[in-house]
């Protein structure tokens, strides 16, 4: 037998596998892991009253930004977990994101008093928020490890980042739930950096974590 015919006999006893699909165990990973944020959050912070918050434009309003980013980052992890893979247009969503909060946060300062700008800046608990977020973002965040390390992302550090910004997002909404600063100003500044903190964290531990 020549080596060819060889070859070619070899390939027809092979069975043909299935491609992964890498969103439906994201989309797996990311509700188990959403579910366990909450539950933490429940015993850690507990919940505001929702009955009352949902009837607010601001409460809508934080929670769309939060979840954008989260749907930017799952969109890019989705892509980044295959090798070579492309970000294409999700980072145009967290940017389309992040300038229309910034839009908000100018539109609102701008009808602020001077002597009031740094309450509404600093709101409360600027100095817990993005740490909080950062703590809440850890359930997602690992679970999205766990599903790139299966696949063979090849751009460790965007693919790492791309979970952070995902965790974060996911993190961010879920605290959203606790949280009562609406103030656009706020959002923007301490929810944002909390979700990058995760993002740039994710990042670092992703060249570690993710090499293969």
């Known amino acids: 037998m020549k080596t060819a015919e060889l070859i070619a006999a070899l390939a027809a006893d092979t069975p043909v596998v299935r491609p992964v699909p890498v969103i439906r165990r994201m989309l797996i990973a990311c509700g188990v892991s959403a579910v366990l944020a909450t539950i933490v959050l ?3 912070l507990g919940l505001r009253p929702l009955d009352q918050a949902i009837t607010t434009r601001a409460f809508w309003m934080k929670a769309a930004y939060t979840f954008a980013l989260a749907v930017a980052g799952f ?4 892509r980044l977990a295959r090798p070579g893979g492309r970000m294409g247009s999700a980072p145009l969503i ?3 994101a ?3 909060m910034l839009l908000f946060s100018g539109m609102e300062m701008s009808h602020t008093a001077p002597s009031q700008m740094r309450s509404v800046w600093m709101g ?5 928020c993005s740490m909080r977020i950062l703590a809440l973002s850890v359930p997602v965040f690992v679970g999205s490890m766990v599903v790139l390390r299966q696949f063979a992302p090849t751009r460790l550090a965007l693919a790492g980042a ?3 910004l995902l965790a974060g997002g996911v993190g ?3 605290y ?4 009562a600063e609406s103030a656009a100003t706020f959002v923007a500044s301490w929810y944002t950096l909390g979700i990058a903190a995760c993002a740039g964290l994710g990042a670092i531990i992703g060249t570690r974590v993710l090499r293969w």
């Open 176 to 179: 959203g739930l606790y949280c």
């Open 124 to 128: 409360h608990t600027a100095s817990v």
């Open 75 to 78: 969109l890019l992890v989705s």
């Open 98 to 100: 992040f300038g229309l």
């Open 162 to 164: 791309a979970a952070g």
């Open 94 to 96: 967290a940017l389309a």
């Open 42 to 44: 429940v015993a850690w």
């Open 172 to 174: 961010a909404t879920v």
